[in-house]
């Protein structure tokens, strides 16, 4: 039976199923997608193949890899129309728990239609071509070096605390109360805060600027 499951929840054996994964690669996390790929699931492993000939393939964790989703027996159109009935069916008022969607005057066939098209174009992006590698370390090493360039002329980063729950705060040296600051994102984004109090390794609590 055609199924969405975790590595771990999927007994060992040999597949054709579309498999969907997140790799880190410059910092950055990449979604990757293959259809009607061969998989072998083991006891602790599972190896994907990405060509006929076997001579690519990644070798996953099944239980570490929980980026890794197995859709066994499912074209990428039937994986995404999968995806989204779920979220509808569980995220939505209208159509909670509903069994008969495409019915409900605001989820009707046609937005569900337009909905699978549109996500399956944009998952079919995710399976060629290979990431470039080189280039994406590359735009990562250049963007460590202007944080590095900012941090030394005094700009603070974002940070989080374990103990602070979920909250921003910002990392700077040599500040005191009151002092506003220029605080620059991983993506290069900028904004002004002010910053209040120190709570530890030049970790402080602020407000905006």
């Known amino acids: 039976m055609a199924s969405n499951r975790t590595l771990a929840k999927i007994q060992p054996g040999e597949f054709i199923a579309t498999v969907t994964w997140t790799e880190r690669i410059g910092g950055q996390n990449i979604d990757r997608c293959r259809e009607h790929a061969p998989l072998k699931i083991r006891d602790k492993d599972a190896t994907l193949y990405l060509d006929d000939d076997a001579e690519r393939t990644l070798t996953f964790h099944r ?9 066994v027996g499912l074209a990428i ?11 509808v069916r569980n995220n939505t008022k209208c159509c ?3 069994g008969d969607l495409g019915s409900c005057a605001v989820h009707t066939q046609s937005w569900f239609d337009a909905q699978v098209k ?5 998952v079919r992006e995710q399976m060629v071509p290979e990431p470039d590698r080189a280039a994406i370390e590359s735009e990562a090493s250049a963007r460590r070096a202007e944080r590095e360039a900012a941090k030394a ?4 980063e974002w940070c989080r605390l374990s ?11 040599d500040k005191t109360p009151g002092d506003a600051v ?17 709570l530890r390794d030049d970790v402080w609590e602020h407000q905006a600027a």
């Open 153 to 156: 002329a005094g700009e603070a």
């Open 163 to 173: 103990g602070c729950g979920k909250a921003w705060l910002v990392r700077v040296a």
């Open 118 to 122: 549109r996500e399956a174009d944009r």
């Open 77 to 87: 159109e039937d994986m995404v129309r999968e995806r989204v009935k779920n979220y």
């Open 182 to 198: 220029t605080v620059r994102s991983r993506s290069g984004g900028t904004s002004k805060v002010k910053l209040i109090r120190k």
């Open 63 to 71: 239980k570490l890899n929980k980026s890794v989703k197995v859709y």
């Open 96 to 98: 909670w728990m509903r």
